[in-house]
């Protein structure tokens, strides 16, 4: 009877330690639209359109960014503010973007190019409510869910990618100005592009590997790892590779402390025997070793010089509103012929199939599109949430301590190659991004009381 007892009583006591968490039909109804984002922003492709890439998967990302929105105003929020100083890094944070985004909406009306402005704000604020989205309860309840579906649709187009390198399966006849490097992007279309978005997906796998329990999960991310490392090979991206070793230094480094400079220090070596053994990406880095020495560095980072300089010449003219959001292509011919003309030397790019709306540069850009206190801001904002979500990490026995070594490393690899790229301005890698940034923010302050952790 003694043991009748307490196995009734042990079968009782069961349900309180293991209460299921209540189930949030809004939250998860955002999660499935964010997903399709997802999906839409790697895989849409309208090859009868004139723009057969980026506008099916703008058009795709932002109506369901919209509608994760929309279901989640029946969701339960909370003030920001609760239980946080104003003084904190996650106040400020939050603070700082708040007062960029309206900055940047002031420089849209005030813009000389108003129409132009006004449209990309529209889209500007699309984007941004993948911030809030990222702090509610639709990544708290299906993180994993939109990890899986960011993993496999960076899994397919790195399997494309890797067929069209090897000339297996052209998917698409693009247009190229030589080689075969510009038509290895898969179904996201521009290498580059792709390349960011699979670094991304190699630091995901990476964490991982080196934090699940489950054998079988970490055989999958090991494989992933590997899958997407191939795909970066072949598309020969240099400032992919840069992100891919920032993030995985950083999920080194936040995971085992100061033992992690020989791991660390092993998997650049790895990345750059597997770089030195494809002989494409060895003829590419020697071409820049070239460049370098015969100082033309314009060439080395691959004609950004001239964005570049034109951004900075853009920020002297109009700095406190700069030109407005979404101008910096209306503006950059103009600006980088004053400058060629200043400097006496040419900052031309002579491939055919680029072009510049964007600085190459998601720091400089704000400068020059919405003046000085903008870019200030959106600086301050990013630098305080990787200030909050350190200080989290200083909690050894923390439950969520692995999500936030995650977030770090993700967002670590999204800073790096926004020095010489522009991921947030391309849904294939903005979306995860912002999405980590929102999530970061969210759990970068103990919780809650009652709160989904």
Request: hydrophobic share 50%.
């Amino acid at each position: 009877m003694a043991k009748k007892r307490g196995g009734r009583a042990s079968r009782g006591r069961s349900p309180a330690r293991q209460e299921k968490k209540p189930w949030d039909l809004s939250a998860w109804i955002a999660a499935v639209c964010l997903a399709i984002a997802v999906l839409g922003a790697g895989l849409a492709v309208d090859s009868g359109a004139e723009a057969s890439f980026d506008a099916p998967k703008r058009l795709t990302a932002l109506l369901f960014i919209g509608l994760a929105a929309a279901a989640l105003s029946f969701s339960r929020w909370r003030s920001p503010f609760a239980r946080a100083k104003l003084s904190s890094p996650r106040s400020l944070c939050l603070l700082l973007a708040g007062g960029a985004l309206v900055w940047a909406l002031c420089a849209a009306f005030l813009s000389p190019h108003r129409i132009l402005a006004l449209d990309a704000t529209r889209a500007m604020l699309l984007y941004a409510l993948l911030l809030p989205i990222g702090a509610s309860r639709a990544l708290a309840r299906g993180g994993r869910f939109l990890l899986g579906a960011f993993l496999a649709v960076a899994a397919i187009n790195a399997v494309i990618s890797i067929l069209q390198a090897r000339g297996l399966y052209q998917p698409f006849v693009l247009r190229t100005d030589f080689g075969s490097r510009e038509s290895t992007g898969g179904f996201v279309g521009n290498v580059g592009y792709l390349a960011v978005a699979l670094a991304l997906a190699a630091v995901c796998a990476l964490a991982l590997l080196l934090s699940s329990r489950r054998l079988l999960l970490r055989m999958a991310a090991g494989g992933g790892a590997l899958l997407f490392a191939g795909g970066l090979l072949v598309n020969r991206n240099l400032t992919s590779l840069t992100a891919l070793l920032a993030g995985s230094a950083i999920l080194l480094f936040t995971i085992r402390g100061r033992r992690a400079f020989l791991p660390a220090a092993g998997l650049a070596l790895t990345i750059v025997l597997a770089a030195v053994a494809y002989t494409p990406m060895r003829l590419r880095i020697r071409e820049s070793i070239s460049f370098a020495r015969a100082g033309d560095w314009n060439r080395v980072l691959t004609y950004r010089v001239g964005p570049w300089k034109a951004a900075m010449a853009m920020t002297r003219e109009r700095p406190l509103f700069g030109y407005g959001p979404g101008t910096f292509g209306a503006e950059y011919v103009p600006h980088r012929l004053n400058v060629e003309i200043e400097s006496r030397r040419r900052y031309d790019n002579p491939l055919r199939t680029s072009s510049y709306g964007e600085a190459h540069c998601d720091y400089l850009q704000p400068f020059a599109e919405a003046g000085v206190p903008a870019g200030l801001a959106v600086s301050g904002a990013v630098a305080f949430l990787f200030l909050g979500l350190a200080r989290s990490l200083r909690r050894r026995d923390w439950e969520g301590r692995p999500e936030a070594i995650l977030l770090m490393a993700i967002l670590g690899a999204g800073a790096a190659a926004a020095l010489t790229w522009f991921p947030l301005q391309r849904p294939i890698s903005a979306i995860p991004l912002l999405l980590a940034a929102g999530r970061a923010w969210r759990i970068s302050e103990p919780p809650v009381s009652g709160e989904v952790p």
